[in-house]
């Protein structure tokens, strides 16, 4: 580790030849201006990883520096795109089009940042790029191997988010556990990171896990040991060690781990089980663990404490709204995969912070909608304050959905339609308030008699499966005098990932029959909003976008806001607190960023 590696990076750079060894740096690379994290995981999977490496990076944000994360992912798969939620968990979709690991969602609500392709990385967009460059005769004759050139595009990933982010500090996370065979050529590129950028440049935390077998009564540290030891094998050097543990780790069990592996005492932490996942930059506060970081990296210059201090002040503030919420609603999810909760981990999260927000837990009930029809479906929905209706694929529980929402909106129980949830809206309104009996989606049933949701017409030429949705970023323009303008304004940008949408043909018949389309795209009939006028439903609102990915701790999706309150005032007819919108703040809108895969309309 201590080999001095000053000027190895200027040899890279000044070059005007293709060296053997290296890749050109990126245009505008400024060597030792972003520093790295890299944050591995030992022993096994599923320590929280992305958790802990956001916590980690909230805490250097705290401070003032800018901080740009990066999830590697081992798969060959060019995104999550095709991956199934139900093993996965959910697909995150980014501003820019991008369909990822949940990870990044993690990564945006915590560091209240809007993330982009740059941000997320598969094995699969590492080896298509270094295979492209094959294909054009980019190695000049040479053999194309691991090392370098495998490992040169992962170490090109980072600084060009280096360059494009203008970071303080990279987060590297790799997925996976060391010593994994696909993440082993994404750990020897942070070993070679190292090497070129300078002993002082990157730091390295190994995220492990202390056991404490129930028969013994005691932890133990051996496969956190072992662990160390064969990252160390690889030529890592960690410099903090993080112990994930059910109960607080022992000094006596740290010391052992320094021991074994050359990490000071007070650089080997407890990151034992807390109340919730907001204690843990705190929790590493603690511990020392930033203070471990910047002194490492030699950052102490670029913090700022009393940036620092507003924003722990107003992190607590949430953490305190979570803990003494004094209401509670019972808000039911009409799903299909409700065993599984990782496939709505935004929606779970976006009714946390409505909740903070309105000062109420949100319990949520998981309702399988495959055995549900009219004649069940109040019994299903008793004793529920709203209702949610999520994204979903495929025609599986599809009727369910439609008998919910027809009781919710006959009903007067508050609901909130996402995307899938808000096709089955408009369904449910032409089979049962316009009269078109066979009113489907064609996604449900390609030869029904009225196609209220169709295929858009760009979807027709598309033949391959990956990134080939509307995906991503899109403008609403709003309607005057609805829900959605009260909560947004004139414009809202929203989160798109769907393929199907309100056929043009069906718009006029549902608005004559009262259904207000609220918000729109501003370059095609694509209906964004739905929603019913207060003075006929209390709160009957659907979006084609996915509202659940926009929504943060501290700026709530109003979509989901709108609901709690509404199922507040369900609730408790006392209930008289004013919804928190009537002066809107002016809509965050992105630049039009289009998506890569689509001519988005
Ligand atoms: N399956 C629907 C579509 O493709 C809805 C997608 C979703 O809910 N994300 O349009």
Same mark, same amino acid.
Not at 284 to 311: N, P, S
Not at 430 to 459: F, W
Not at 510 to 535: K, N
């Given at each position: 580790?201590?080999?001095? !590696?000053?000027?190895?990076?200027?040899?890279?750079?000044?070059?005007?030849?293709?060296?053997?060894?290296?890749?050109?740096?990126?245009?505008?690379?400024?060597?030792?201006?972003?520093?790295? $994290?890299?944050?591995?995981?030992?022993?096994?999977?599923?320590?929280?990883?992305?958790?802990?490496?956001?916590?980690?990076?909230?805490?250097?944000?705290?401070? %003032?520096?800018?901080?740009?994360?990066?999830?590697?992912? %081992?798969?060959?798969?060019?995104?999550?795109?095709?991956?199934?939620?139900?093993?996965?968990?959910?697909?995150?979709?980014?501003?820019?089009?991008?369909?990822?690991?949940?990870?990044?969602?993690?990564?945006?609500?915590?560091?209240?940042?809007?993330?982009?392709?740059?941000?997320?990385?598969?094995?699969?967009?590492?080896?298509?790029? $270094?295979?492209?460059?094959?294909?054009?005769?980019?190695?000049?004759?040479?053999?194309?191997?691991?090392?370098?050139?495998?490992?040169?595009?992962?170490?090109? &990933?980072?600084?060009?988010?280096?360059?494009?982010?203008?970071?303080?500090?990279?987060?590297?996370?790799?997925?996976?556990?060391?010593?994994?065979?696909?993440?082993?050529?994404?750990?020897?590129?942070?070993?070679?990171?190292?090497?070129?950028?300078?002993?002082?440049?990157?730091?390295?935390?190994?995220? !492990?896990?202390?056991?404490?077998?129930?028969?013994?009564?005691?932890?133990?540290?051996?496969?956190?040991?072992?662990?160390?030891?064969?990252?160390?094998?690889?030529?890592?050097?960690?410099?903090?060690?993080?112990?994930?543990?059910?109960?607080?780790?022992?000094?006596?069990?740290?010391?052992?781990?320094?021991?074994?592996?050359?990490?000071?005492?007070?650089?080997?932490?407890?990151?034992?089980?807390?109340?919730?996942?907001?204690?843990?930059?705190?929790?590493?506060?603690?511990? %020392?663990?930033?203070?471990?970081?910047?002194?490492?990296?030699?950052?102490?210059?670029?913090?700022?404490?009393? #940036?620092?201090?507003?924003? &722990?002040?107003?992190?607590?503030?949430?953490?305190?709204?979570?803990?003494?919420?004094?209401?509670?609603?019972?808000?039911?999810?009409?799903?299909?995969?409700?065993?599984?909760?990782?496939?709505?981990?935004?929606?779970?999260?976006?009714?946390?912070?409505?909740?903070?927000?309105?000062? #109420?837990?949100?319990?949520?009930?998981?309702?399988?909608?495959?055995?549900?029809?009219?004649?069940?479906?109040?019994?299903?929905?008793?004793?529920?304050?709203?209702?949610?209706?999520?994204?979903?694929? %495929?025609? &599986?529980?599809?009727?369910?959905?439609?008998?919910?929402?027809?009781?919710?909106?006959?009903?007067?129980?508050?609901?909130?339609?996402?995307?899938?949830?808000?096709?089955?809206?408009?369904?449910?309104?032409?089979?049962?308030?316009?009269?078109?009996?066979?009113?489907?989606?064609?996604?449900?049933?390609?030869?029904?008699?009225?196609?209220?949701?169709?295929?858009?017409?760009?979807?027709?030429?598309?033949?391959?499966?990956?990134?080939?949705?509307?995906?991503?970023?899109?403008?609403?323009?709003?309607?005057?005098?609805?829900?959605?303008?009260?909560?947004?304004?004139?414009?809202?940008?929203?989160?798109?990932?769907?393929?199907?949408?309100?056929?043009?043909?069906?718009?006029?018949?549902?608005?004559?029959?009262?259904?207000?389309?609220?918000?729109?795209?501003?370059?095609?009939?694509?209906?964004?909003?739905?929603?019913?006028?207060?003075?006929?439903?209390?709160?009957?609102?659907?979006?084609?976008?996915?509202?659940?990915? !926009?929504?943060?701790?501290?700026?709530?999706?109003?979509?989901?806001?709108?609901?709690?309150?509404?199922?507040?005032?369900?609730?408790?007819?006392?209930?008289?607190?004013?919804?928190?919108?009537?002066?809107?703040?002016?809509?965050?809108? #992105?630049?039009?960023?289009?998506?890569?895969?689509?001519?988005?309309?």
């Amino acid at each position: 580790m201590a080999i001095e !590696t000053e000027g190895l990076l200027s040899t890279i750079r000044d070059r005007s030849v293709d060296t053997e060894f290296y890749l050109p740096l990126p245009a505008g690379y400024k060597p030792g201006q972003t520093k790295y $994290v890299v944050v591995v995981g030992t022993v096994m999977s599923g320590l929280g990883k992305g958790i802990f490496s956001s916590s980690l990076a909230k805490c250097l944000q705290d401070k %003032g520096l800018a901080v740009a994360p990066i999830k590697f992912e %081992g798969y060959l798969n060019i995104d999550s795109g095709t991956l199934n939620p139900y093993r996965h968990g959910e697909v995150f979709v980014l501003d820019d089009g991008t369909e990822c690991d949940m990870d990044l969602g993690t990564y945006e609500r915590a560091l209240d940042q809007d993330l982009t392709k740059l941000n997320f990385c598969t094995s699969g967009q590492i080896f298509r790029r $270094v295979l492209d460059r094959e294909r054009h005769g980019g190695y000049l004759g040479r053999d194309v191997q691991m090392i370098p050139h495998v490992t040169g595009e992962v170490k090109n &990933r980072l600084r060009e988010l280096a360059v494009a982010s203008h970071a303080d500090v990279v987060f590297v996370e790799i997925g996976g556990t060391v010593g994994d065979v696909e993440n082993a050529y994404y750990i020897e590129a942070m070993r070679q990171l190292a090497f070129e950028e300078g002993q002082r440049s990157v730091c390295f935390v190994a995220l !492990t896990y202390v056991m404490e077998p129930a028969s013994l009564g005691e932890q133990k540290s051996k496969p956190a040991q072992l662990g160390i030891r064969e990252l160390m094998e690889r030529g890592i050097q960690p410099h903090i060690i993080a112990c994930r543990a059910v109960n607080p780790v022992v000094h006596k069990v740290r010391e052992k781990i320094a021991l074994f592996s050359n990490v000071a005492p007070e650089h080997v932490i407890s990151m034992h089980d807390c109340e919730s996942v907001y204690l843990i930059p705190d929790m590493l506060r603690g511990a %020392g663990c930033d203070k471990a970081v910047i002194d490492w990296l030699g950052l102490a210059e670029r913090a700022d404490d009393e #940036a620092e201090r507003r924003a &722990r002040e107003t992190w607590s503030g949430y953490v305190n709204g979570l803990r003494n919420a004094s209401r509670q609603v019972t808000i039911g999810v009409a799903g299909k995969y409700t065993s599984v909760r990782d496939a709505y981990a935004s929606i779970i999260k976006a009714f946390e912070h409505a909740g903070v927000r309105l000062g #109420a837990r949100v319990q949520l009930r998981w309702i399988d909608t495959s055995e549900l029809d009219d004649s069940n479906v109040a019994a299903a929905l008793e004793g529920l304050h709203g209702l949610v209706v999520p994204g979903a694929f %495929g025609t &599986r529980g599809a009727e369910g959905k439609i008998a919910c929402i027809r009781h919710a909106r006959t009903s007067g129980l508050p609901c909130l339609l996402i995307c899938y949830g808000f096709q089955m809206a408009v369904i449910e309104y032409a089979r049962n308030v316009c009269g078109m009996q066979d009113a489907n989606s064609t996604e449900i049933d390609n030869d029904c008699r009225y196609p209220v949701i169709n295929l858009l017409p760009e979807q027709l030429r598309v033949e391959s499966l990956g990134g080939t949705m509307r995906l991503g970023g899109q403008d609403v323009v709003i309607n005057e005098g609805t829900w959605a303008w009260r909560m947004f304004g004139p414009r809202a940008r929203q989160r798109f990932r769907h393929r199907y949408e309100v056929d043009p043909r069906y718009i006029a018949d549902l608005e004559a029959a009262g259904l207000v389309f609220s918000g729109r795209s501003p370059r095609a009939p694509i209906m964004h909003f739905l929603e019913l006028p207060p003075a006929v439903h209390p709160y009957f609102v659907g979006t084609q976008a996915h509202p659940e990915l !926009t929504s943060r701790p501290l700026s709530p999706h109003p979509f989901f806001v709108g609901l709690v309150h509404a199922a507040l005032r369900l609730a408790d007819p006392a209930y008289d607190q004013p919804l928190p919108f009537d002066a809107p703040p002016p809509a965050r809108i #992105a630049p039009n960023i289009e998506t890569a895969s689509q001519s988005s309309r």
